[in-house]
């Protein structure tokens, strides 16, 4: 019921923001999509912790500065790479294994891996994530480990760590 | 107070269309530098790197500047939306690329390569 509520607020905020216009006629058609929208989610079975995430919002909004400072230091080092003059790069793939335990939080930090310029998740087999590297020296499984471990606080709660 | 909240108002609304325009700018430049990136860079994975900066810095920067530039909240809305969809969608796409590449049974160049082992591999 949680996760129906989460969907709803998130779909009536959704249309809301999109659309501008206030007027009866479209605030009816508007409710007629959003009810719409839930009854297709609920016969499709997609009302769970995937289907409407928003009860993690707050340790993710808690992980989203922290990733964006991330995202700006690997772009520096990436411009850098695209700019020199010599081509200098040393590519690796390396395995890393991960701590997380539920599919949303591999799934998190196998996104935050690749958003991240300079590194790419390859593969996920279990709990171990091929990844491949711009640097060598930066892309070692260490390197990852605190990445690793905000995304699991972020998305399994503060007990996953240990 | 309100008289300076009032200044910091006028001020921003003289200051917001420039510092739009520039960020912008500064979003294209990014963009071209990831292309100049997947021109450079030797193999399909590596040029995967390059092309994520497009996706990160560059797409962000310009909707940071088409944000200072936007006449109303609900264009900031639409463009905050469109940030987070791209935050999402794309590193998923990125790693359907790199993993239909893996499957398919690519391999990476590993090791240090640099400039002059290029040249090497161009002569020959």
């Given at each position: 019921m949680a996760y129906f509520l989460g969907l709803f607020v998130a779909l009536v905020a959704f249309w809301l923001g999109m659309s501008g216009h206030y007027t009866p006629l479209l605030l009816c058609l508007g409710s007629v999509s959003v009810a719409l929208c839930l009854i297709l989610a609920y016969r499709l079975d997609l009302i769970d912790s995937e289907g409407s995430?928003?009860?993690?919002m707050l340790g993710f909004s808690l992980y989203f500065p922290w990733l964006m400072k991330e995202i700006i230091k690997a772009n520096w080092t990436v411009i850098q790479a695209c700019l020199r003059a010599d081509l200098d790069i040393a590519p690796a793939l390396v395995k890393v294994k991960s701590v997380c335990r539920s599919d949303l939080a591999k799934v998190t930090f196998a996104n935050s891996i690749t958003l991240t310029?300079?590194?790419?998740?390859v593969a996920i087999e279990g709990d171990k994530l091929l990844v491949h590297g711009l640097y060598e020296q930066d892309s070692q499984p260490e390197a990852f480990a605190e990445m690793d471990r905000r995304s699991a606080r972020a998305i399994d709660g503060r007990g996953a760590t240990t | 107070m309100s008289d300076f909240i009032a200044n910091l108002q006028a001020w921003f609304e003289v200051v917001r269309y420039p510092a739009g325009a520039a960020v912008s700018l500064a979003g294209a430049l990014l963009c071209m530098v990831g292309t100049i990136g997947v021109m450079r860079f030797p193999d399909f994975y590596t040029r995967l790197h390059a092309a994520s900066i497009t996706d990160t810095s560059g797409a962000t920067l310009v909707l940071i500047g088409m944000a200072l530039m936007a006449p109303g909240w609900l264009i900031v809305a639409k463009l905050l939306t469109i940030f987070l969809f791209m935050f999402f969608t794309s590193p998923t796409a990125s790693h359907a690329v790199a993993n239909a590449a893996h499957t398919a049974g690519l391999q990476p160049l590993i090791g240090p390569i640099n400039g002059r082992r290029n040249r090497e591999e161009d002569s020959q």
């Open positions: 995430p928003y009860g993690r310029p300079g590194t790419v998740t | -």
